[in-house]
């Protein structure tokens, strides 16, 4: 099917579509909060043997750890969990500190491309096409996202991509699905735990991910890439590590 027919389809058809065209060559990529939960649930049952990656950075908060065991019980399914690579982490820590993340944006996205994109793109090396529950909403980074799109050279489905928070809550809702504990403590957007905090009512989803960047983006660079000096300065820290 071409992308443009498959942005047409309602979100559960879409991961159905994905799930069995493309079988174990499919993965859902989730960090377990509700958007993916509800991608989740319809990949298990559009098949119970649907593969589910997620990535373990090294400093997820507790209750992340609660939330994937409470999925493995619920569905019954493997949960693939992917870590950084360990020569990579020990450089950049040894070169910049454990908590890198405080210095400077670049440092934060040097720490977030050891700990998050450079693991996701080794698993994604492993599928055809991925799902994720991006949203328009979320934020001004994501206004452009689209159902379909190709994205770290494989096909990407953002199947929630025109839903509401309240289309997401009512999913939630109706099908019982497990709530990430941190959710009820007013986290909108959960990712590291250092990295991340509650926000109050009406403040943009995403304001509580790396709040001390004021003006800049909020994303890790899975989903949006920097560019231009940023993107530069950031390829001279990674260089530094992979050299060695
Ligand atoms: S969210 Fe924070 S701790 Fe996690 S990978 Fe990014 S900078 Fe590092």
Wanted: glycine residues 6%; charged residues 30%; neutral net charge.
């Amino acid at each position: 099917m071409e992308i443009q027919d498959l942005e047409r389809l309602p979100a559960d058809r879409l991961v159905e579509w994905a799930v069995r065209t493309h079988k174990q060559r499919f993965a859902v990529v989730t960090s377990f909060q509700a958007e993916g939960m509800v991608i989740l649930d319809m990949a298990v049952k559009a098949d119970p043997n649907v593969r589910i990656i997620t990535v373990d950075t090294g400093r997820l908060p507790e209750e992340t750890y609660a939330v994937i065991d409470q999925v493995r019980e619920r569905y019954q399914i493997a949960v693939e969990i992917v870590f950084p690579d360990t020569a990579e982490t020990e450089r950049m820590t040894a070169l910049h500190g454990v908590n890198l993340f405080r210095r400077e944006p670049v440092f934060r996205r040097l720490c977030c491309q050891i700990r998050k994109v450079r693991p996701l793109d080794r698993a994604l090396q492993t599928v055809d096409s991925w799902a994720t529950g991006l949203r328009r909403e979320q934020s001004p980074d994501r206004a452009g996202t689209r159902p379909a799109e190709q994205s770290h050279g494989r096909l990407k489905l953002n199947p929630l991509a025109d839903w509401t928070s309240e289309q997401v809550e009512r999913y939630t809702a109706e099908h019982g699905l497990p709530r990430h504990p941190l959710a009820a403590q007013g986290y909108a957007s959960i990712g590291c735990a250092p990295c991340t905090r509650a926000i109050q009512l009406g403040d943009p989803e995403r304001s509580g991910r790396w709040w001390w960047e004021e003006g800049m983006s909020k994303e890790c660079g899975i989903h949006v890439t920097p560019d231009g000096k940023m993107k530069r300065a950031l390829d001279v820290l990674l260089g530094d590590i992979l050299s060695n």
